[in-house]
């Protein structure tokens, strides 16, 4: 299938790359935020497992390659300017790289950073 | 209160900016992605009404104050790596300029894109 119709409506920045917010389909946890271009969003659409781009190793990173805790995609929506997609997924795992379940585990209060969650698993079982 | 110490913590890019997902605190709808500059979350952090950085405008948008759609600060967490911020709200009204709940409703579905929600309130009710 064709996936140019989709891809044609993606404004892509001037890097060439799009913000992309994972997001758990059935909770509703928001995950992780991360970047794609065109060819990491062709990639999603037609396997069905979520690749974004790393903008750190400046290639494809098909999440979950190093970690095992991969995204498969439930759909793939994007917002009324075309600039930003959200991704429902189904997350294996955890989705941050520190071994928590999603990567916004900081909450601002009382002037400060919390820590609102703890790691699931140790980053060196992930990665080690 | 100060929040210095939350505001060093963010990391914005190049162009003193960070993205910001707006999701509704108690129903996990994800509503919207926006930026956000240093002065914006400083105001946001201190008046608990979520004020943006308009890109397209190059200055603050107080989210609603056209519309009256605001939306009303619950907690801001920052993730992993600082680069994205994400935003428990309470919205008021609709968070689309197009009328509708949220800005993600087109879904690529069988090659195409599918709108999937209908605007609750016209654009013209809300700007007019």
């Known amino acids: ?3 140019d119709a989709i891809l044609d409506a993606i404004a892509f920045d001037g890097q060439g790359l799009v913000p992309a917010i994972a997001q758990q389909h059935d909770t509703g946890e928001v995950l992780m935020l991360a970047w794609m271009n065109r060819e990491a969003v062709a990639e999603t659409l037609a396997t069905g497992r979520v ?4 903008r ?11 970690s095992g805790q991969a995204q498969r995609l439930v759909e793939l929506r994007l917002d009324c300017d075309g600039d930003a997609l959200l991704l429902l997924v189904d997350q294996t ?16 209060r009382n002037g400060a950073l919390e820590e609102i969650a703890a790691p ?3 980053p060196e079982a992930l990665y080690g």
């Open 1 to 3: 299938m064709s996936h």
């Open 51 to 54: 690749c974004y781009f790393s």
């Open 56 to 66: 750190s190793r400046g290639r494809l990173w098909r999440k979950g390659e190093s």
């Open 93 to 108: 795992g955890v989705a941050c790289h520190t071994g928590r379940r999603d990567c916004f585990f900081r909450a601002a």
């Open 120 to 122: 699931l698993v140790s």
